[in-house]
């Protein structure tokens, strides 16, 4: 059935970058809404960025010029492109299919 794995999360510098990649199974990408979302220790889960099925998309007020959610519909994988990272950046990222679907999350630790 539907299933979403996350994975390029990892260890980085402040200022660095990282891509995260949502690979999904089941539902056709270039027809739905898909989304990254993150959560923080102790804090509540938080959008990050949307891209809606015509291809609109949105970022939170935080990360917005510093991230870049695309998907590539041939490989059916979203992807979140992350740059200038803060630590303030530090959650476990999850990718988001229909508004339903989620992914176990994948973790992006920035840290000096």
């Known amino acids: 059935q539907v299933q979403l794995v996350e994975s390029g999360g990892g260890l980085v510098q402040p200022g660095g970058s990282l891509r995260l990649s949502c690979a999904v199974s089941g539902i056709i990408l270039g027809v739905v809404p898909v989304g990254w979302y993150r959560q923080a220790p102790g804090k509540e889960r938080e959008l990050v960025a949307t891209m809606s099925s015509s291809s609109r998309t949105s970022y939170a007020d935080s990360v917005n010029g510093r991230f870049t959610i695309s998907r590539d519909n041939a490989k059916n994988t979203v992807y979140l492109q992350l740059n200038s990272l803060k630590a303030e950046d530090t959650a476990i990222y999850y990718c988001?299919?229909?508004?339903?679907?989620w992914g176990q999350g994948t973790h992006v630790t920035v840290s000096s």
């Open positions: 988001n299919v229909r508004q339903r679907y």
